[in-house]
């Protein structure tokens, strides 16, 4: 099994910043690829980004383009979204997701191994 770990959530004002970590550990050599996922209330979970284990190429949903930067240390076995100019709809709960491939995909169900979540709200 693969166990992931989010950290780096909180509350922050409109256009300021964040940055989430994701930590795995366990059987790490199954990851193909890494993602960020949201859940808004009363919503769907949503694709953010997502990258190969080996780091490219990466992926965005076209609403956070040139606001975050997914990126990773394999050393250390983490992921990363930092998050800048954050605007109120960006508050949701964010989860790093684990995918033992083959395809790179943005969609849910291509995701092996899901993080418990962390609380992104950004206050207007």
């Known amino acids: 099994q693969v166990r992931l770990v989010e950290s780096g959530g909180g509350l922050v004002q409109a256009g300021g910043s964040l940055r989430l970590s994701c930590v795995a550990s366990?059987?790490?050599?199954?990851?193909?690829?890494m993602g960020w996922f949201r859940q808004a209330p009363g919503s769907e979970r949503e694709f953010v980004a997502s990258m190969p284990w080996g780091g490219s190429p990466t992926s965005y949903r076209d609403s956070v383009k040139g606001r975050f930067t997914i990126s990773g240390d394999n050393a250390k076995n983490a992921v990363y979204l930092q998050m800048n100019s954050l605007k109120p709809e960006d508050t949701a709960v964010y989860y790093c997701?684990?995918?033992?491939?083959?395809?790179?995909?943005?969609?849910?169900?291509?995701?092996?191994?899901w993080g418990q979540g962390t609380q992104v709200t950004v206050s207007a």
């Open positions: 997701a684990a995918t033992s491939g083959p395809i790179l995909t943005t969609g849910v169900n291509g995701y092996n191994y």
């Open positions: 366990g059987r790490t050599f199954r990851i193909y690829a």
